[in-house]
């Protein structure tokens, strides 16, 4: 597969950079840092597939066309990943901390998702309470009480899955802080570490999870 953008050394440099952002958004609990640059590389590359492949006897036709085949399902799979964890938790990604890692797409996604959440609340939950409610003397609002569990909720839970464990493999020496301990690594050094010990080392390329 190292052959596979064999066209120029930026192709290879951004097939080698996507698997690792591919490989980080399996593992990583939350989502992370787009590389716009790098996508539309890959994205560029792929459009491009039918020109390269007409170039190659059968033999190596039928190689470049799985290579290629393989790439494009990573690439989707890596946005379909990315629409997962949004649609899993679109309550989460609302917070100002985690929107700056989205594009303005997957913001609206995310809003979307909200909104259809949402409304299952209201119709499931609010208003059968507030009929209830309506027939005793009480200022409790359901839906604001619900608000503000909600975000005392979402911090608890984004420090949840920042202690995740994760897996990862050092690219660089470095030094790692955990609990407050400073721990050495070396070049392809891997770890069992909690996910906010390494989440810049991550999202600068310094570092990759494997599990």
């Known amino acids: 597969?190292?052959?596979?953008?064999?066209?120029?050394?930026?192709?290879?440099?951004?097939?080698?950079?996507?698997l690792q952002l591919w490989?980080?958004?399996?593992?990583?609990?939350?989502?992370?840092?787009?590389?716009?640059?790098?996508?539309?590389?890959?994205?560029?590359?792929?459009?491009?597939?039918?020109d390269r492949i007409a170039m190659y006897d059968k033999v190596h036709r039928d190689m470049v066309h799985l290579h290629m085949e393989r790439l494009r399902f990573?690439?989707?799979?890596?946005?379909r990943l990315r629409l997962s964890k949004l649609s899993d938790k679109p309550f989460l990604y609302m917070q100002?901390?985690?929107?700056?890692?989205?594009?303005?797409?997957?913001?609206?996604?995310?809003?979307?998702?909200?909104?259809?959440?949402?409304?299952?609340l209201n119709t499931t939950i609010f208003q059968p309470i507030k009929a209830i409610l309506s027939n005793h003397a009480t200022e409790l609002d359901p839906e604001a009480s619900f608000q503000k569990e909600l975000r005392e909720t979402l911090s608890r839970q984004l420090i949840l899955l920042r202690s995740k464990v994760v897996v990862v493999r050092f690219l660089q020496a470095t030094t790692i802080t955990s609990f407050d301990t400073e721990t050495v690594v070396a070049i392809d050094d891997q770890?069992?570490?909690?996910?906010?010990?390494?989440?810049d080392h991550v999202i600068k390329g310094?570092?990759?999870l494997v599990g």
């Open 23 to 50: 490989n980080n958004e399996r593992y990583s609990p939350i989502v992370l840092p787009r590389e716009q640059e790098v996508l539309d590389t890959v994205k560029e590359y792929l459009s491009k597939s039918q």
């Open 96 to 120: 100002t901390e985690l929107q700056k890692y989205l594009t303005e797409n997957e913001q609206d996604a995310a809003r979307a998702f909200l909104e259809l959440s949402h409304q299952l």
């Open 206 to 208: 310094s570092a990759v």
């Open 74 to 79: 990573i690439f989707e799979d890596y946005v």
């Open 191 to 199: 770890l069992a570490v909690h996910f906010d010990a390494v989440e």
């Open 1 to 18: 597969m190292a052959g596979l953008l064999e066209a120029s050394e930026r192709n290879k440099r951004a097939y080698d950079r996507f």
